[in-house]
C-alpha cells in the first residue's frame, strides 16, 4: 500500500514562496511519474505539474513559469518550490503517484 504524506503548506502573501513536499511510504522510482494537483472546494480537482522517473517535467498554464517540481528517489520525495504566488493558487494541494495514490492533501492560502 502507497502512502503519500505532503508538507509544507501554509499562508503566505502575494507574490511569496512555499516549497511543498511528499513523502512516500515506497521507492518512487517504481513510478513512471509522479505529480501534484490542487483543489478549490465546489471545484474539481486540477492537474498542477507533473515528473517523469527520468527527470522531464510537464506543468499546467498556470503554474508554468513560476512552479517547479522535483524528485530525490534517493529520499522516496517529491517537491514542489512556487513563486510569485498568487490569491488564485489558493487550494489544498494533493500529490499524486499512479494509480490513484492520493496524499491528505496540504493547505496553500495566498492573502492578498
Known amino acids: 500500500q502507497v502512502q503519500l504524506v505532503e508538507s509544507g503548506g501554509g499562508l503566505v502573501q502575494a507574490g511569496g514562496s512555499l516549497n511543498l513536499s511528499c513523502a512516500a511510504s515506497?521507492?518512487?522510482?517504481?513510478?513512471?511519474?509522479m505529480g501534484w494537483y490542487r483543489q478549490v472546494p465546489g471545484n474539481q480537482r486540477e492537474w498542477v505539474t507533473f515528473?517523469?522517473?527520468?527527470?522531464?517535467?510537464t506543468y499546467s498554464d498556470s503554474a508554468e513559469g513560476r512552479f517547479t517540481i522535483s524528485r530525490d528517489n534517493d529520499k522516496n520525495m517529491v517537491h514542489l518550490q512556487m513563486n510569485s504566488l498568487k490569491p488564485e493558487d489558493t487550494a489544498v494541494y494533493y500529490c499524486?503517484?499512479?494509480?490513484?495514490?492520493w496524499g491528505q492533501g496540504t493547505q496553500v492560502t495566498v492573502s492578498s
Open positions: 515506497v521507492t518512487i522510482s517504481r513510478f513512471s511519474h
Open positions: 515528473v517523469t522517473d527520468g527527470g522531464s517535467t
Open positions: 499524486y503517484a499512479p494509480y490513484n495514490n
